[in-house]
Nanobody, 117 residues
Framework: QVQLVESGGGLVQPGGSLRLSCAAS????????MGWYRQAPGKQRELVAI???????NYADSQKGRFTISRDNANNTVYLQMNNLKPEDTAVYYC???????????WGQGTQVTVSS
């Protein structure tokens, strides 16, 4: 079992920035993938960005250039730096861990991001 604890959400004005963090603990093995998904009210959960333990990353097209995902493998932590935030970025952001060898996955509880003036 892998436990995920997210932090860093909050209320920000349009054009502002936030940095989300997600710390993983428990039965962690490499290779693995950690990343961020988000779910806005009335919408399906969607990919934001993912990063593998070998350094590769993947972003949803709508976040390219504004969001940056990074990892600290030594501390099993993944970050999401979000710049130039827009009201449409308002959502609950969830951290996800995927064990590559068997595709077992874990989700965090989510952290609310609200972009509003």
């Amino acid at each position: 079992q892998v436990q995920l604890v997210e932090s860093g959400g909050g209320l920000v004005q349009p054009g502002g920035s936030l940095r989300l963090s997600c710390a993983a603990s428990g039965s962690i093995f490499r290779p693995n993938v950690m990343g961020w998904y988000r779910q806005a009210p009335g919408k399906q959960r969607e990919l934001v960005a993912i990063a593998s333990s070998d350094g590769s990353t993947n972003y949803a097209d709508s976040q390219k250039g504004r969001f940056t995902i990074s990892r600290d493998n030594a501390n099993n932590t993944v970050y999401l730096q979000m710049n130039n935030l827009k009201p449409e970025d308002t959502a609950v952001y969830y951290c996800k861990y995927i064990q590559t060898r068997n595709f077992a996955e874990s989700w965090g509880q989510g952290t609310q991001v609200t972009v509003s003036s």
